[in-house]
């Protein structure tokens, strides 16, 4: 039994697999299992990984036909033996200490999950655009610092980011935590089913991990992207409520499945119209209602039709936000502060976003 089992889902990565299997068996803390979980690839992936089986007994490799992550992840979970979890993708890498770090803080503070920093790196052939897209800081790199407790709203503003955490595998076993097969937002799930029967977290102000964006993987094709199925998240939280029912949670996780589903239909509200939202939102509040006992309408179309779907007034709240938002952009960029690369990144995620909802937009009306 190892201290730590690292859990790597591989597919068609073999350009990137080196760099990231190097990174793990050099760590500092050496008490690890590193799973490789290959989902189907085809190009050389397996023979790499194989070589590292004979090089070292800490690499084990498990196949599986084409399924997706999260079935791979699964099979990770299902054959890991570590007292902890972490993860990793195979197109990224971690410090040299990542591991000890991670490790020796989860121990001394006595929590169920340690969140860390992240470095970014890039593909050459990755376009600015893309980048602005993709990167909003203060979520991958949150401000806070220290121990804190897991209220509904740390729950809900802390990223769902697998691979900058490290978690107890007893509490994974436990309550039999999984990941939903087959969506794009399995990760939103075992967050929220994890930080739902765990007590305290502790964020480590520290970059540990190698976060590479390219074009194709899983990350990039989720983000700001219409999504395969618009409906994915709605069913993301409808997985996690079976999760509340099933482990006796309404009593006291009520309120925080409320807000999940009000933080999942946020994400949404761009590939629905007015209509198709309203429906939406009025069977959500039905749900909850329902399901958990609360009598309020937690989801509230009216309120939320201003600030996302902007019909009525559309093309005057896009004119504003188009000239508050370059202001800012132009603010920032010549501030030459670490907060103000930070907010750059964020305002122009906010103005792709509204760049997407338009187009969006236009396209439902041309389907009318």
Known sequence: MSEISII???YNTEKYLKRCLDSLIGQTFNDIEIIVIDDGSKDKS????????????????????????????????????????MFCDSDDWYEPNMCQEMYDTIEKQKVDVVCCHNFFDWEENLDNQEKEERLVEKYYNPKKSGKYVL??????????LLWNKIWRRDLVEEFHIRFPQGHEHDDDAFWYMYAMISKKIFYLPKPFYHYFLRSGSIMST??????????????????????????????????????????????????FNFDELKE????????????????ETVVCFETDKKRFILKDKSL?????E????????WFWHFSKTPKGKQQYSFYMHRINRNNAYLKQRKENKNDA
């Not at 209220?151 to 809900?156: A, E, T, V």
């Not at 992207?225 to 079976?242: A, G, H």
């Not at 005057?316 to 504003?320: G, H, K, S």
């Not at 188009?322 to 952009?329: A, G, S, T, V």
Request: glycine share 4%; net charge positive.
């Open 8 to 10: 790597i889902p591989n």
């Open 46 to 85: 397996v023979d790499i990984i194989k070589k590292y089986v004979q090089q070292d007994s800490r690499v084990k490799l498990i196949q599986q036909q084409n399924s997706g992550p999260a079935k791979a992840r699964n099979q990770g979970l299902e054959n890991a033996t570590g007292k902890y979890l």
């Open 151 to 160: 209220s509904d709203k740390i729950i809900l503003s802390t990223n769902v």
């Open 222 to 271: 989720q983000a700001n992207k219409q999504p395969k199925n618009r409906m994915d998240r709605v069913i993301i939280s409808e997985y996690v409520l079976n999760f509340l029912i099933k482990n006796n949670l309404k009593k006291t996780k009520a309120h925080l499945m409320a807000g999940i589903f009000k933080n999942q239909l946020r994400c949404v509200c761009p590939f």
């Open 280 to 295: 939406l939102c009025q069977n959500t509040n039905k749900t909850i209602k329902k399901e958990l006992g609360i009598s």
């Open 316 to 320: 005057i709240v896009l004119i504003y």
């Open 322 to 329: 188009w000239i508050w938002y370059r202001l800012c952009i």
